[in-house]
């Protein structure tokens, strides 16, 4: 079958994985357009702002001087208890008196626009509709309340519940913390210090607090606030998740590449401590064992030949040594004159010479002893 060049690119829409289609191709003309490669995640790129959040809701963080707090030290009377009590109760006409009524008016079936004069029009007429005002009223009144009986975590509780309303989340949350200093088990200060740090954005801490409140005293406003909290909650422990295991994979190739570095150098410590094609003289036990260790890094044959210079036999055999060193460049060649070291003839036990001893990776793989030449390079090739 013959394939021509106008066909070709008709082929590369497939996928080519067979090496043998690809090079018959390439054979042809056509070229092989490469496998797109995918852009890593670089971990350091990766910031919570990268997460699809609803943050529909968020305000700005207030940044109002604290309002007054009780002496956790003072003593209360019953008299002062009960006139918390009542600045309490005047706190929660206030709050009773700033809910917009006015909303099941607006959700009638009128327009949109007659809808916002008329409440323009009696925002201006009562005074009672200024909300924010009578809120702050009630704050004032909180504060009395708690300045009267500070060891009181509702009161704390309440007014932390007001200052939300405010839209003032971070003085909601010195309430809020304040209350469960004093009762641990406060749902109501664990409900407004949630939803205020959700106000915040502290997704995974309002969870945290809404899941604590909704144990102590669940309720349908800490339902709703779930609803709105838990999904970006959930969204923030999957990438934290995601960053960990790149950080560990970045970590884990780090380590790897830095092994692999280290071993390189060792290795090529180890070459510069061989000479290719030469035969290295051995003095001494610690010499030997450089050399060896050198030889095991590098995964090469080292071999150990014990002579003498009053042996006729070593006389024959040394430059058939010293011509196989040339022949076989990447052999350790070894050479010990037993009488100039003999504490390394002792620790091989070397009773006659010349002796030969095959060493790959630290370990002895085969001898020789005698003049044998031809049983020398045979172990030679058979080890290497």
Not at 77 to 91: C, H, V, W, Y
Not at 202 to 220: F, G, K, T
Not at 246 to 267: G, I, P
Request: proline residues 5%; charged residues 25%.
């Amino acid at each position: 079958m013959c394939i021509y060049h106008s066909d070709v690119s008709l082929l590369l829409s497939l996928s080519l994985k067979n090496q043998c289609v690809n090079s018959a191709l390439r054979s042809l003309g056509a070229r092989i357009p490469p496998h797109p490669k995918t852009e890593p995640v670089d971990v350091d790129d990766m910031v919570e702002s990268d997460i699809d959040l609803d943050d529909s809701d968020l305000v700005e963080p207030d940044n109002d001087p604290p309002h007054k707090m009780g002496d956790p030290s003072a003593q209360v009377t019953p008299d002062m208890i009960d006139a918390a009590q009542l600045a309490k109760s005047r706190a929660l006409d206030y709050i009773s008196q700033s809910t917009p009524f006015l909303t099941p008016l607006l959700s009638l079936s009128i327009s949109f626009c007659f809808s916002l004069l008329l409440f323009l029009l009696l925002l201006t007429l009562n005074p009672v509709l200024h909300l924010p005002d009578k809120l702050d009223q009630a704050v004032d009144q909180l504060t009395e309340a708690i300045l009267l009986n500070p060891h009181s975590a509702i009161h704390y509780a309440t007014r932390a519940s007001v200052l939300l309303k405010l839209n003032k989340p971070n003085a909601a949350i010195r309430d809020a913390d304040t209350a469960l200093k004093i009762n641990q088990d406060s749902a109501k200060g664990y409900k407004v210090r949630g939803m205020a740090r959700a106000m915040l954005g502290l997704w995974e801490e309002a969870a945290s607090d809404l899941h604590v409140a909704s144990e102590l005293d669940y309720d349908e406003d800490i339902g709703m606030a779930l609803k709105k909290v838990e999904p970006n909650a959930r969204k923030i422990q999957d990438h934290r998740r995601k960053y960990e295991r790149l950080q560990k994979h970045k970590e884990e190739k780090r380590a790897e590449l830095k092994r692999q570095q280290e071993a390189e150098a060792q290795v090529q410590e180890a070459l510069s401590a061989l000479k290719d094609g030469q035969v290295i003289g051995i003095h001494s036990a610690g010499e030997l064992e450089k050399k060896l260790s050198a030889a095991s890094k590098t995964s090469r044959l080292a071999v150990l030949y014990f002579t003498a210079t009053w042996c006729g036999p070593c006389r024959f055999i040394s430059p058939v040594y010293t011509s196989l060193a040339g022949k076989y460049p990447k052999v350790v060649f070894l050479k010990v004159d037993i009488d100039k070291a003999p504490d390394v003839a002792g620790s091989w036990n070397v009773s006659s010479v010349p002796t030969f001893f095959f060493i790959k990776n630290g370990k002895e793989v085969d001898s020789v002893v005698g003049a044998d030449n031809n049983a020398l390079e045979r172990k030679i090739a058979q080890h290497e």
